[in-house]
């Protein structure tokens, strides 16, 4: 004998419901194109040029009315003639910012978590920043001058091979924001405040009458 599953009518609309929210979801994200790009810096070094290319990726996570970016070095770059100590390395960069909107977005990492042995790459951290769009369209994101300050000295290295974008947005610039205060003008009282307003100032002038009105009283007793 053979038996049939039987499917009730309840779950059928049920598993239906969560396919239809799961497609609204992946259609509601924001539409974004990463790939990882080859840099080749050219870096200006204490004790001279030196340069080098590194695998660069960006990505990018909604946060409020913008993006985290995260700029990842697959990589090192430049390197020392001395070993750098833990602490010792600290890098920055830039993200040129291109598309529908323009601009740069500053981005920083923490210090080198372990020595950096001397005449040997430097790894660099990722690197993040946010980023809040300006105008609303698709929006690139490409690696810009990297910057490595070590032992009191700067390295600068700049993309001399004109990279392509490591990270494409489709972005929507958020509306316009409240007008900020202190402007100079004072508050504006509603019709309820303004008659308690003017309540008040009646009653002190009625209050000012009377007294007035007293001490006339008085001085005509005593003449």
């Known amino acids: 004998m053979s038996y049939q599953k039987r499917t009730t009518p309840a779950l059928t609309a049920a598993v239906t419901g969560v396919a239809v929210a799961g ?15 080859d840099v080749d810096y050219a870096c200006q070094t204490p004790i001279g040029p030196k340069g080098a290319v590194s695998p660069i990726d960006i990505t990018s996570v ?3 009315s913008g993006y985290r970016l995260t700029m990842s070095f697959r990589k090192g770059v430049s390197s020392s003639p001395v070993e750098l100590g833990k602490g010792a390395m600290n890098p920055s960069a830039v993200i040129e910012v291109g598309g529908a909107d323009k601009g ?49 000295t700067t390295t600068t290295c700049t993309p001399k091979n004109n990279p392509k974008p490591s990270l494409e947005l489709d972005v929507t610039a958020s509306g316009a924001g409240s007008t900020p205060s202190g402007d100079g003008e004072l508050p504006r009282t509603g ?17 000012t009458g009377a007294a007035g009105v007293l001490w006339l009283t008085r001085r005509t007793r005593r003449v």
């Open 23 to 37: 497609a609204m979801v992946l259609t509601a994200a924001p539409a974004a194109h990463a790939t990882v790009v």
């Open 62 to 64: 909604k946060s409020g």
């Open 104 to 152: 740069t977005v500053k981005v920083s990492g923490p210090a080198n978590a372990t020595a950096i042995p001397a005449n040997t790459p430097i790894k660099i951290s990722d690197l993040t920043g946010t980023y809040t769009p300006g105008k609303s369209g698709k929006v690139t994101f490409t690696a810009g001058v990297l910057t490595i300050k070590a032992l009191g």
């Open 191 to 207: 019709p309820l405040d303004s008659a308690v307003a003017l309540g008040t100032l009646g009653g002190t002038v009625l209050l």
